[in-house]
C-alpha cells in the first residue's frame, strides 16, 4: 500500500501529465496561429513585411516598400549611367514608340518588369518615376472621366510613385499590348504582365498605349519636358 507521502507524488504526476496533455493539446490546435505570430515577429524585425499565405500556417516576408524604392532608384541610376537620355533620343528616332506606366501596384515588381520588356528585345529609351497629379491623370484618362469609378481611379493612381517609360522597337505598340495582356488581369494569361501582377480590371499593374496614334499623344504628354 502507498503511504500518503507516495500517494501525494502519484497525485501530483497525474496532475502534471493532465496540464501537459492539455497543454500539447493546445499548442496543436493553434500551431498555425503560433507559428504565424512568430513569423510576422521576426519578419517585423528584420525590416520586413508579413503576409499570411494561401494556408494558415504558410507565409513569407518580402521587401518592405522603402527597401524597394531604394532598389528603384538603384536601377534608373543604372540605366541612366548606361544610357543618356540626350544620345538615344537622336539615334533611333524613326522607330516605333509606345509609352508604358508601371502602376502603383506594380512598382514593387518594377525590376521584374523592366526585365521582362528587355527580354522582349524592347529597347528602354527613357524613364522616370513620378507621383501622378489629379490634373495630368484627367487628362490621360479623359475618356474615363464621367465614369463613377473615376475617382477611385485617380486616388489609386496617386497613391504612390508610378514609373513612366519610353519603349521602342519594331510593331512595338501592337507587340506590348501582347505583352501586357488584357485590361482585366483576372482573364490575362499568366504569362502576360498582368496576368503575373495585376489583380484585375482597375488594379493591373501598367499601362500600355492602345494605338500609334494614342503613343503619339501619350509620350508628347510625359515626355515633353525631357528632351532637351
Known amino acids: 500500500?502507498?503511504?500518503?507521502?507516495?500517494?501525494?507524488?502519484?497525485?501530483?504526476?497525474?496532475?502534471?501529465?493532465?496540464?501537459?496533455?492539455?497543454?500539447?493539446?493546445?499548442?496543436?490546435?493553434?500551431?498555425?496561429?503560433?507559428?504565424?505570430?512568430?513569423?510576422?515577429?521576426?519578419?517585423?524585425?528584420?525590416?520586413?513585411?508579413?503576409?499570411?499565405?494561401?494556408?494558415?500556417?504558410?507565409?513569407?516576408?518580402?521587401?518592405?516598400?522603402?527597401?524597394?524604392?531604394?532598389?528603384?532608384?538603384?536601377?534608373?541610376?543604372n540605366f541612366k549611367t548606361k544610357y543618356g537620355w540626350k544620345e538615344v533620343w537622336m539615334k533611333t528616332k524613326n522607330?516605333?514608340?509606345?509609352?508604358?506606366?508601371?502602376?502603383?501596384?506594380?512598382?514593387v515588381y518594377l525590376d521584374?518588369?523592366?526585365?521582362?520588356?528587355?527580354?522582349?528585345?524592347?529597347?528602354?529609351?527613357?524613364?522616370?518615376?513620378?507621383?501622378?497629379?489629379?490634373?495630368?491623370?484627367?487628362?490621360?484618362?479623359?475618356?474615363?472621366?464621367?465614369?463613377?469609378?473615376f475617382p477611385e481611379l485617380v486616388d489609386y493612381m496617386t497613391s504612390d510613385k508610378v514609373a513612366i517609360l519610353l519603349l521602342e522597337g519594331d510593331n512595338i505598340v501592337e507587340r506590348f499590348r501582347k505583352l501586357i495582356g488584357p485590361t482585366d488581369s483576372k482573364i490575362a494569361g499568366s504569362e502576360t504582365l498582368r496576368g503575373k501582377y495585376g489583380t484585375d480590371k482597375s488594379i493591373n499593374a501598367i499601362h500600355g498605349s492602345s494605338s500609334k496614334e494614342e503613343a503619339v499623344i501619350e509620350i508628347e504628354r510625359f515626355f515633353k519636358d525631357r528632351r532637351n
Not at 95 to 107: C, N, S
Request: glycine fraction near 8%; hydrophobic fraction near 40%; charged fraction near 25%.
Open 1 to 77: 500500500m502507498l503511504n500518503n507521502k507516495d500517494q501525494t507524488l502519484v497525485e501530483y504526476v497525474s496532475i502534471i501529465a493532465i496540464i501537459s496533455t492539455v497543454i500539447i493539446g493546445m499548442l496543436f490546435f493553434w500551431k498555425n496561429e503560433f507559428v504565424e505570430q512568430i513569423t510576422g515577429l521576426s519578419c517585423g524585425l528584420s525590416g520586413q513585411e508579413y503576409h499570411d499565405g494561401v494556408r494558415r500556417g504558410k507565409c513569407y516576408c518580402e521587401e518592405n516598400l522603402g527597401l524597394m524604392k531604394n532598389k528603384q532608384d538603384l536601377i534608373i541610376n
Open 112 to 149: 521584374e518588369i523592366i526585365e521582362a520588356i528587355y527580354n522582349e528585345g524592347f529597347t528602354i529609351k527613357d524613364f522616370y518615376l513620378k507621383y501622378l497629379d489629379k490634373e495630368i491623370l484627367k487628362e490621360h484618362y479623359a475618356h474615363l472621366i464621367d465614369k463613377p469609378f
Open 95 to 107: 522607330k516605333e514608340r509606345t509609352l508604358a506606366i508601371v502602376k502603383p501596384d506594380g512598382m
